[in-house]
Each structure stands twice: as C-alpha cells, then as structure tokens.
Nanobody, 120 residues
Framework: QVRLVESGGGLVQAGGSLRLSCAVS????????MGWFRRAPGPERAFVAA????????HYADSVKGRFTISRDNSRNMVYLQMNNLKPEDTGVYYC?????????????WGPGTQVTVSS
C-alpha cells in the first residue's frame, strides 16, 4: 500500500507563500500521476492541481492558475506544491494523492494532510 505524508503547511498572511511537500512510499512512483486536494471546513476534498508521472504535464483548478505550481522529483519520491499570492479562500487541509490519468480523480489511500491557514 502506498503511504503518503504531507508537510509544509502553516499560517500565512494574504499575499504570502508556502511550499507543500508530499513524501510517497512506493516503488512505482514514477508510473502514476499525482495530485493535490484541499478540504475546507466540511468533508469534501476539492481538486487543486495534478502532475503526470513524468512531470511534463500539469493541470490546475481555475482558482489557483497562475498562483500555484505543482512539481515532482521522481528520484526522491516527492511531490511539491508551491503556493504564491495566497488568499484566505485557499485555507484548508491539503492532501496529496495518486490520481487517474484521464480525469485526475484520486484513488488509493490518503495521508494525514497539512493545514494551511491564510489570514486576511
């Protein structure tokens, strides 16, 4: 089973930046796409960004385009989310996940997540 551990969250003022990291324990890490999701207060996780296994193609939710950048390092089994110009509506718990190539829907297990709080 793939294990995911997110880190890098914190409290930041609007306009600030954070870089989230996700460590993935998997021997086949480069073979699947990865994504980031946000859970605001409530049970639903909303798609934020995804990157293909090779790292060459990325996809973003409209709300974060131009502000967030997803990347991965296949040599370290790591996925990153650089978040710039943060807004209060970006607040939530962020999770990384394996995602399907065709629709970037999540599958597999979830990690504990990392809390991001953006103050106005």
């Amino acid at each position: 089973q793939v294990r995911l551990v997110e880190s890098g969250g914190g409290l930041v003022q609007a306009g600030g930046s954070l870089r989230l990291s996700c460590a993935v324990s998997s021997r086949t890490f480069p073979t699947y796409a990865m994504g980031w999701f946000r859970r605001a207060p409530g049970p639903e996780r909303a798609f934020v960004a995804a990157v293909t296994g090779s790292g060459t193609t990325t996809h973003y939710a409209d709300s974060v385009k131009g502000r967030f950048t997803i990347s991965r390092d296949n040599s370290r089994n790591m996925v990153y989310l650089q978040m710039n110009n943060l807004k209060p509506e970006d607040t939530g718990v962020y999770y990384c996940a394996q995602v399907r190539d065709n629709d970037y829907g999540p599958f597999g297990s979830w990690g504990p997540g990392t809390q991001v709080t953006v103050s106005s």
